[in-house]
């Protein structure tokens, strides 16, 4: 018999990690009863041991020092083998892998804000498999586990810039996944992060409802007021884009507040990047006047806070100016845009291009838009595997 999924999450918790820590068999045993809530006539016969002896074990009278025995209980109930003294040489290197992936983590990090998600994805894949057999092997531990989640959510939210909009539910998948693990972290702030970031892929792929659920909750779960303002901005334009209007404004209301009070944070809380969700929020709640007003008084691409946003930012000024009948203005904004998109490989951005720019005097450009998105999904191999 092997541990159960949901058994081996149990170590994944606070208590059961302070158990594991402790590297004492009775310890390990009596917090897995306790979490499991089960007895120990039934911890017995998960182990094909006699009850007294459970009881026995758990009060220190008896004890288990062949490897076989304590592989025995490391497989039935889930426990790490380095808990229970059986790491070996393949443990060790792991251990050393796992602050290798904290770096990689992090450029990755750094390269998708830089524009660089492609780079971004590139170097996550081939850790996320590992973590992943890792985890399919039973060998479930809080630092495998933490890692995982952050690496899924960062490969997630990497594939949101580079895959065409039809294939953004890849994104989604992965920052879902991530979700799923950290909720058994039991890390309110982490999980608020990786709501975040899976709130904005749902809302990408086109589920505005479930996006709306996922960042209310992370909403609810930040304490530091960066991270809320980032959040209130992912939900106005969640909202803005299900067309609910009040929602909209009471979320870009809140992200003004924090931001007036605690100052701008990152990439995604600061006036740039508020100012776009505002103009992407009046247009669909049907405000295009005063979309267009906002995207005449936009800012230059310099102030944008990364490559990406100055892209998404022109494509939106764009469809606001389209949207009031200045087709001149359109045109340059939609160029701008395209451009940016091309450099950055942002499919994403082109679609929205190739969608927007319909009007007559547009058609040249939305020709360019649908040439660079047909080139760059042509040449594009590296997300083929993560389909």
Not at 43 to 54: A, K, N
Not at 156 to 170: A, K, R, V, W
Request: net charge neutral; hydrophobic share 45%; with cysteine.
């Amino acid at each position: 018999m092997t541990a159960t999924p949901s058994a081996r999450r149990l170590w994944l918790l606070p208590e059961a990690r302070r158990a594991l820590e402790t590297r004492e068999l009775a310890v390990i045993l009596r917090c897995y009863r306790k979490l499991a809530g089960i007895s120990q006539v039934a911890m017995g016969e998960l182990l094909g041991y006699d009850p007294s002896y459970v009881s026995l074990l758990e009060r220190r009278r008896r004890t288990v020092n062949d490897r076989q025995g304590l592989a025995h209980i490391s497989r039935v109930l889930g426990v790490p083998p380095h808990a229970l003294g059986l790491a070996g040489d393949e443990d060790a290197d792991f251990l050393a892998a796992l602050q290798f992936g904290e770096s990689t983590v992090r450029l990755a990090e750094i390269a998708r804000q830089a524009g660089r998600a492609a780079e971004a994805v590139e170097e996550l894949w081939p850790l996320v498999v590992r973590l992943e057999t890792r985890l399919g092997e039973g060998r479930v531990d809080y630092g495998t586990a933490s890692l995982l989640a952050r690496a899924r959510a960062t490969l997630g939210t990497s594939l949101g810039h580079i895959l065409p909009e039809e294939q953004l539910y890849l994104a989604a998948r992965w920052t879902g996944g991530a979700m799923r693990l950290a909720r058994h972290l039991d890390e309110d702030g982490f999980l608020g992060h990786v709501l975040r970031m899976h709130g904005n892929e749902l809302r990408k792929a086109g589920r505005s409802g479930a996006a709306i659920a996922r960042l209310s909750e992370a909403a609810d779960l930040s304490d530091d007021e960066g991270e809320r303002g980032q959040t209130f901005v992912l939900l106005a334009r969640a909202a803005g884009e299900s067309g609910d209007l009040e929602m909209h404004d009471e979320a870009v209301a809140s992200a003004e507040r924090i931001m007036d009070a605690s100052g701008p944070s990152g990439i995604l809380f600061n006036p740039f990047t508020l100012r776009e969700v505002r103009v992407r929020g009046l247009l669909r709640t049907g405000r295009g006047l005063e979309a267009a007003e906002l995207a005449r008084s936009r800012p230059s691409s310099g102030e944008a806070p990364a490559p990406q946003w100055a892209a998404i930012e022109a494509v939106t000024s764009a469809e606001a100016l389209s949207q009031a009948g200045d087709i001149a203005g359109a045109r340059v904004l939609y160029s701008e845009g395209l451009s940016l998109a091309a450099r950055l490989g942002l499919p994403h951005q082109m679609q929205r291009v190739a969608r927007g720019a319909v009007e007559p005097g547009l058609g040249d450009v939305r020709a360019d838009a649908l040439a660079h998105l047909y080139e760059l999904t042509r040449d594009r191999k590296a997300v083929g595997p993560l389909a």
